[in-house]
């Protein structure tokens, strides 16, 4: 995560436009970028947090980043579609700030 978040494994302009809403062609915008959720607030806007999460077959996992803070929070689960995956993601993202 560190390597992404450097601009290290891609270059800076990529990893920004990884991480930039998709917007549409009458105007509105999608909370994804190219393959990661874009976490918005209350109001819509987006607060600088992304994810990405996956299932398959008995096992799902979570990508979840702050790159302002440099943090990445990163799980694996023996569980298939596991609940809340994104909710447990941001929880241990809060605890990091504390």
Same mark, same amino acid.
């Given at each position: 995560? #560190?390597?992404?978040?450097?601009?290290?494994?891609?270059?800076?302009?990529?990893?920004?436009?990884?991480?930039?809403? $998709? *917007?549409?062609?009458?105007?509105?915008? $999608?909370?994804?970028?190219? %393959?990661?959720? $874009?976490?918005?607030? #209350?109001? %819509?806007?987006?607060? +600088?947090?992304?994810?990405? +999460?996956?299932?398959?077959?008995? #096992?799902?996992?979570?990508?979840?980043?702050?790159?302002?803070? =440099?943090?990445?929070? $990163?799980?694996?689960?023996?569980?298939?579609? @596991?609940?809340? *995956? !994104?909710? !447990?993601? =941001? @929880?241990? @993202?809060?605890? +990091? @700030?504390?």
């Amino acid at each position: 995560a #560190a390597s992404f978040i450097d601009c290290k494994l891609v270059s800076c302009s990529t990893t920004q436009t990884i991480l930039t809403e $998709v *917007r549409l062609k009458n105007g509105d915008t $999608v909370n994804y970028g190219f %393959g990661w959720a $874009v976490i918005e607030d #209350a109001t %819509g806007h987006p607060t +600088g947090e992304y994810f990405h +999460g996956g299932s398959s077959p008995g #096992a799902s996992g979570m990508l979840y980043i702050v790159p302002s803070r =440099r943090l990445a929070v $990163v799980f694996l689960t023996n569980l298939e579609d @596991a609940p809340d *995956r !994104v909710d !447990v993601a =941001r @929880a241990i @993202a809060r605890m +990091g @700030a504390q």
